[in-house]
């Protein structure tokens, strides 16, 4: 069974999903919150084996949600699932450290597939620009240059702390101001 915590600010969403995935084989919703630290709160007491998460949500917003999650001892995968362009979050969302990211807009099959492959340790993100990615670069500071190739890469953040000689904690501060720079503008008018 994969166990899946919903967390969307959204009440209809998050019945809406949680009444899907409750008839879809193999999937067990474990939950559904409305903000981050609701989510980081469930997400250490039940463990779910994959957290599908909203960008906009009160509060810290879905990638620092994500990034913080990288913290637990075992740490849920992670899909992002948002209203905003896949490719809009497509490289804040790996630095964050998700698994992939998915539009609202998705058909139910292809929000299932993509969480069953979360699940099996595979990534779901669409295709990265080179355009994109230099854009990001554009907006980071140089000495993060590197932590982005590396993340892009899907370097785990021990190993990238090791390749640069920085306390995990130092990095972890980098990245969440990567995240930051990165990070769509939240649109009041949008849907998330």
């Known amino acids: 069974m994969i166990r899946v915590l919903i967390v969307d600010d959204h009440p209809a969403l998050r019945t809406g999903v949680w009444s899907m995935l ?12 409305s903000d981050a630290d609701d989510a980081l709160e469930h997400a250490a007491s039940i463990r779910p084996d ?4 909203d960008y906009r949500l009160p509060g810290d917003n879905g990638l620092v949600l994500c990034h913080r999650l990288q913290e637990l001892e ?5 899909l992002m699932y948002s209203a905003y362009p896949e490719a809009e979050l497509a490289v804040p969302a790996l630095i964050a450290g998700a698994d992939g990211v998915v539009s609202k807009a998705t058909a139910p099959d292809v929000l299932v597939d993509a969480i069953r492959r979360v699940a099996r340790g595979r990534t779901v993100f669409p295709a990265i620009a080179a355009e994109r990615l230099q854009a990001s670069a554009a907006r980071l500071n140089p000495e993060d240059f590197a932590i982005l190739g590396m993340r892009v890469d899907r370097t785990p953040i021990g190993e990238i702390a090791s390749t640069l000689g920085v306390e995990p904690r130092t990095l972890n501060d980098r990245l969440r101001a990567m995240i930051t720079r990165l990070a769509p503008p939240v649109r009041e008018s949008a849907p998330s």
């Open 50 to 53: 994959v957290m599908l998460v």
């Open 22 to 33: 409750r008839v879809e084989p193999g999937f067990q919703p474990a939950g559904a919150v």
């Open 74 to 78: 075992h740490a849920p995968h992670v």
